[in-house]
């Protein structure tokens, strides 16, 4: 067990700022990818192609399943994978890319081809993609969802090429002879640099219908997405990919100060800087509204302050949700990046820390009160995305991960992260009804993750779509109740306690309280259990979050001590007894003489979210 403990100025202090953050509308953002929502395809063949395995479409996000998302209570579609990507399916007007630069036969969404049209694969006639993108736009605008694309402003694919607008081609009229030059898009290799100078020789030499080259880099080459300066990158290394250049020479260092201001001219920025720009502007244009920012650590924040500044100028309510990790060293700051980034002008950033540590509670060691120290970070706290699952991380309900737990498991995890903060939370397509990624499914190989490489179907999920009536025809009785649970999450979760109100921890309170869940011979408290308050003072309205993370023991007889301070917190100090109503699982009430809390047993992998209102003996 690890523990810090804050002291009251500290939290205070945190209370202070957390204060300062803008009340606004609260984000919940269902992430879907396309390739895999609609598809029904029950072969599931792994390294199958798309005429084997099939291919979700634009059209199989019709206003029945968009309905259905809107009714559960989210406002905003991140629809994953939308922009052209490299991909191993050919097309009368478009040829298949060699697949020594590809990973999985349907390729990487985040080896992007051309970041002015769409997948093809996504649509039923590939040359009316963008007409059949637009009509999902409006689908989404007529039920009041705003729609989410990945801008992954970082890396391309090798072989990107723009046919929608040729003049504005990453690699259009750069040197080839210079490592770094501020006008130039990427970064080319020099004779001399690791890997035994040209050609460029890729990992893929023992892969069918792979060579290790390259045709477009047999004179030149071009550092990977992932920053590597070699001849010969790794199959460990992101070789599909090369690295965009923001006028910055990453080998110099993270100081980015030399770059324009966020008011600066598009004629006084670097190449780079103008054509991100244009496809903002394009997308926004077409209506989407608003963007996840891939690894967006990697860019300079200087032009961070710059784009998100013009896109807010075309559109002043454009989404920016940024994922990154201040861990990673090809951060361009040395500041914490979440906050740099914040400051920058995204609306929100990962909130990866907590993740990990929820993740960790079953996997290494981690307990509950871990959680604690990542509540006082300022308004960082209340501007963070926060998931239990998304395209990149393990399924919740994998038996691989997470203790094998299932997917009850996402109850506890999910309550305490959509419960936290004022921030946006999310929910991957999938996890609502105990997706597990179980088997091989091609590139990704037994991953615990839905493959994003290859084409697939999802066999829980496809249940839900049921032949698309997206009725959830097919599903089990758990996982109808799950989806459910979900919802009440929710709509619990949009109440001006959450949506505008603060945190006020109790674990830290409760560390020496036998009573406070504690499993076989521990001494200390907060290894399963946790424990916070919300409170809105302008509402006036308070809950009490409750989360047993045990996946196999009821917690019994379990007493929540709840300090005076937290009563002021609350601005309840002039009654005595008070009401806790829970508002997902069941109907249970207790009540509470400022003091403590006694709660019913805590089933395994459960949790209670539990409205304190005033006591009336005569209506309890």
Not at 132 to 139: D, G, I, N
Not at 278 to 297: C, P, S, T
Not at 487 to 501: D, E, M, V, W, Y
Request: net charge negative; proline share 6%.
């Amino acid at each position: 067990m690890t523990w810090q403990t804050p002291t009251l100025g500290v939290v205070m202090t945190a209370m202070t700022l957390n204060n300062q953050s803008a009340a606004a509308p609260r984000p919940v953002i269902y992430q879907l990818m396309v390739r895999t929502f609609g598809n029904t395809n029950e072969t599931r063949k792994p390294n199958g192609t798309l005429a084997e395995n099939g291919c979700g479409k634009f059209n199989d996000i019709n206003d029945t399943a968009l309905g259905s998302l809107k009714k559960m209570g989210f406002t905003h579609i991140w629809l994953t994978g939308v922009l052209e990507q490299a991909s191993g399916t050919a097309y009368p007007n478009r040829p298949a890319d060699d697949p020594d630069i590809l990973k999985g036969i349907a390729g990487s969404p985040y080896a992007i081809k051309d970041y002015f049209d769409v997948c093809p694969d996504y649509a039923v006639n590939p040359d009316q993609r963008i007409e059949e993108f637009k009509a999902l736009l409006e689908r989404c605008h007529a039920l009041g969802l705003s729609a989410i694309i990945d801008f992954v402003p970082n890396h391309v694919a090798r072989s990107y090429v723009s046919d929608g607008k040729p003049e504005l081609s990453f690699g259009a009229g750069d040197r080839h002879d210079m490592f770094f030059d501020r006008d130039n898009h990427f970064y080319y290799l020099n004779s001399g640099d690791a890997g035994g100078g040209p050609p460029l020789k890729l990992p893929t030499t023992n892969k069918p219908g792979c060579d290790g080259l390259f045709v477009q880099e047999t004179s030149f080459g071009r550092v990977t997405g992932n920053n590597v300066i070699s001849w010969a990158p790794s199959i460990n290394d992101w070789y599909e990919t090369v690295k965009l250049n923001y006028g910055h020479d990453f080998t110099k260092g993270r100081n980015t100060a030399d770059l324009p201001g966020p008011d600066a001219n598009v004629s006084e920025v670097p190449k780079t800087w103008r054509t991100m720009d244009e496809i903002l502007a394009y997308w926004q244009k077409m209506g989407v509204n608003g963007f996840r920012a891939d690894m967006a650590h990697m860019v300079p924040m200087e032009f961070w302050r710059w784009a998100v500044k013009r896109a807010r100028t075309r559109e002043a309510t454009a989404f920016f949700m940024a994922e990154a990790y201040d861990n990673d060293p090809a951060k361009l700051t040395d500041g914490h990046v979440l906050d740099e980034l914040l400051n920058a002008g995204f609306d929100a950033v990962y909130d990866d820390p907590s993740y990990d540590i929820l993740e960790g509670i079953y996997d290494a060691g981690k307990w509950a009160n871990d959680l604690d120290p990542l509540t006082f970070t300022g308004k960082r706290f209340h501007q963070s995305l926060r998931y239990a699952e998304n395209h990149d991380e393990v399924r919740i309900a994998s038996p691989k991960v997470w203790g094998g737990l299932g997917m009850k498991t996402g109850k506890p995890v999910s309550a305490v992260l959509f419960a936290m903060g004022r921030g946006p939370v999310m929910l991957y397509s999938g996890q609502e009804v105990g997706e597990p990624a179980a088997g091989a499914e091609g590139f990704g190989g037994d991953d615990a993750r839905t493959s994003i490489f290859d084409y697939w179907s999802m066999p829980e999920f496809t249940k839900w779509v049921n032949g698309g009536k997206y009725d959830g025809g097919g599903l089990s009785d758990e996982q109808k109740s799950l989806r459910d649970w979900y919802s009440k999450l929710i709509r619990a979760t949009q109440c001006p306690a959450f949506s505008n109100g603060e945190f006020y921890g109790l674990n830290h309170a409760n560390k020496d309280n036998p009573k406070f869940g504690r499993v076989g011979d521990e001494t200390a408290s907060g290894h399963w259990l946790y424990a916070f308050l919300r409170h809105d003072p302008k509402s006036g309205q308070s809950f009490l979050i409750v989360a047993n993370f045990h996946g196999s023991e009821t917690l019994r007889d379990v007493n929540v001590s709840i300090p005076e301070d937290a009563w002021k917190f609350m601005g309840r100090t002039d009654q005595t007894h008070w009401k806790f109503t829970n508002r997902l699982d069941g109907e249970w009430s207790g009540t509470s003489s400022k003091g403590s809390l006694t709660l019913p047993d805590l089933a395994p992998c459960s949790a209670m979210v539990l409205e304190i209102t005033l006591f009336h003996p005569q209506n309890f």
